[in-house]
Each structure stands twice: as C-alpha cells, then as structure tokens.
C-alpha cells in the first residue's frame, strides 16, 4: 500500500512543482498546499487501514491498555503513551527557559554583529543528525545524570542510566534550537516605537525584556507547541537512551521506559513474525499521528494570532 501512495503523490508533486517553476509562483505555492494537505491525509488513511485488524479485533482498548506480550497476541500502547507524555513533559520544563534566555541573549545582550553568527551557531544545532545525538546520550549523558541523580538524592535513585528522565532531558537539549528560532522571530518583529516607549518611561534592561517577552507571548507559546511535535516524534535518539521497558507500566521517569516512536522502530523489525504486532504498531503510529497533527495546528493559529 505504502508503494500505491508514493505512485498516487508522485504525480501531484510533479504538477505543482511544474506550477511552482514554470507557471506561475502563487499557483505554484497553492499546489503544494494541497499537495502537503493531501499527504497527510493519505498516510492517515494508511495508518488507519493497517491498524484496523487490531482495532476490529480489540476495539479501543489497543489504546487504552498496557501490555505488550507477542507470544500471546496481545497488545497495548498505553505504556509507550504513558512515556511519550512523561518524557516530552520533562523536555518542555527544562526547553522553555534554556529557548527564552537563547531568544533574549541574541536578540539582546549580544553586540549586533555577532548576533547573526549565534543564531546561526544554533541554528545549525538543529541540523545535526539525531543519531549523534543519541550517542552523546549513550554514553556521556545517561552516565553522567545517573551520577548526578544519585548523588543529589543521596542514594540509588536511578539504577540504570537509560531512563525517560535521560530520554526527556536528551530532548529538552535537541528541542531548544525549534523554540528559540519562534521566540528569537517574535522578539525581533517588536515595533521600534514600542521599544522606545517602554525605555522613555524608566524601564531597566530586565524589565524592558519582559515587557517585550509579554508583548510576543504568542510566539513563545506558539514556539513550545512547535517543540513539543518535534519532542513527542523523535525516534531515533530517544529509542538509544529510553531504556526500551516493555515489561511494565511506570510512570516513574527514573526508570526506563518506552516512547510510541521508539516502540515502532525497536519492535518493526519483529512484526513480520506475529499476525497483529504490526497492525498494533501502525495503530500507535495513527495515534502519535493525530497527537501530532492538534498539537502543529494549535501552534500555527496561536502563531498566526499572534503575528505583530
């Protein structure tokens, strides 16, 4: 089926790029609008189709449930739920101030010219490949918190270093660049007018920052629920430090665990060999695919809302 779809999106592709290069710009943009509209729509539909088995077979109880056991059949995403929540929860507290004081030492406290240099520095953190990441996490970080942890709490708090905890602060560090890029956006399309205005009457450098950060709320709101899609979709980095826990369900984020990406890509490989682990896959694949979908629509209206 996936084979089917990329024949069908092939061609609308073609024609809007034809329409973007050779006729017309807008008509072009418009195109690829439907065309985007269209793809997701299509790989919704696929994700539905294959996971209707487990779906016709246990109803929404594949959703709601917490067991994954292939040698009886029996499957449920809850727990990997449970840890795409939990770790992404983790990675929004410890994002949101590292991506405000990212935003407001470029667009503030840095000389002019080096604030191009800095945010293209970080930028381009957002470009590296996720799987250097998830080595870093492997075996410098998890080791390094695992320490930490149990040295601040005064004993063994976290027994192994590949938990939701490391798998949450991995992604706060690959998420900031996202939200500070919104935020740093925001904080320069601050009218001129109103920067003076709020210096004429009296204001410090540290208040002028917040008023300026209340001014462009929309954004940093906007800006975080960008993150959290990227954060709650990340597959790779997180399945290397996650722990990949299927045996029970916790909620403890020093214990290891599983996230729905890392669940697809640890158990596809073994799919073929049962009749319903990949249609339970896919099934987790539609609900982290509707999750996605709320949380980018929220953050473009709260964006657009909020545009000076």
Do not use: C, H
């Not at 080595?135 to 063994?156: E, K």
């Not at 001014?215 to 430090?241: C, D, K, P, Q, S």
């Not at 982290?288 to 629509?297: D, Q, S």
């Amino acid at each position: 089926m996936l084979g089917f779809l990329l024949v069908v999106l092939l061609i609308p592709y073609l024609i809007a790029a034809y329409g973007l290069l050779f006729v017309k710009l807008r008509w072009g943009l418009r195109l690829f609008g439907v065309f985007i509209v269209a793809t997701i729509g299509l790989l919704t539909a696929m994700f539905l189709v294959e996971a209707y088995p487990i779906i016709a077979r246990d109803g929404v109880a594949v959703f709601l449930e917490a067991r994954w056991d292939p040698v009886r059949e029996s499957y449920g995403v809850l727990q990997a739920l449970a840890g795409t929540v939990l770790t992404s929860a983790v990675a929004m507290a410890l994002a949101m101030p590292m991506a405000l004081g990212v935003a407001v030492t470029i667009n503030e406290l840095l000389p002019a010219r080096w604030r191009g240099v800095f945010g293209s520095l970080v930028d381009l953190t957002a470009t590296m490949p996720t799987v250097i990441y998830g080595l870093w996490g492997l075996f410098v970080l998890g080791p390094t918190l695992q320490s930490l942890v149990n040295a601040l709490a005064g004993g063994t708090v976290m027994t192994t270093p590949y938990t939701l905890f490391t798998a949450g602060v991995l992604l706060a560090i690959m998420i900031t660049p996202y939200a500070a890029a919104v935020i740093r956006e925001g904080y320069s399309l601050v009218p001129k007018p109103v920067e003076e205005a709020i210096y004429a009457i009296g204001a410090t450098r540290f208040e002028a920052v917040l008023i300026k950060l209340r001014y462009v709320r929309n954004y940093i709101i906007g800006g975080f629920f960008l993150a959290l899609g990227r954060a709650m979709g990340e597959t790779v980095a997180v399945a290397m430090v996650v722990g990949g826990n299927l045996a029970k369900f916790t909620t403890n984020i020093f214990e290891s665990g599983i996230t729905i990406s890392s669940l697809i890509a640890l158990q596809f490989p073994n799919a073929a060999s049962y009749q319903y682990m990949a249609p339970a896959l896919f099934a987790a694949a539609l609900l982290l695919t509707l999750f996605g979908l709320v949380i980018n629509a929220v953050a473009i209206y709260i964006i657009q809302r909020g545009q000076i």
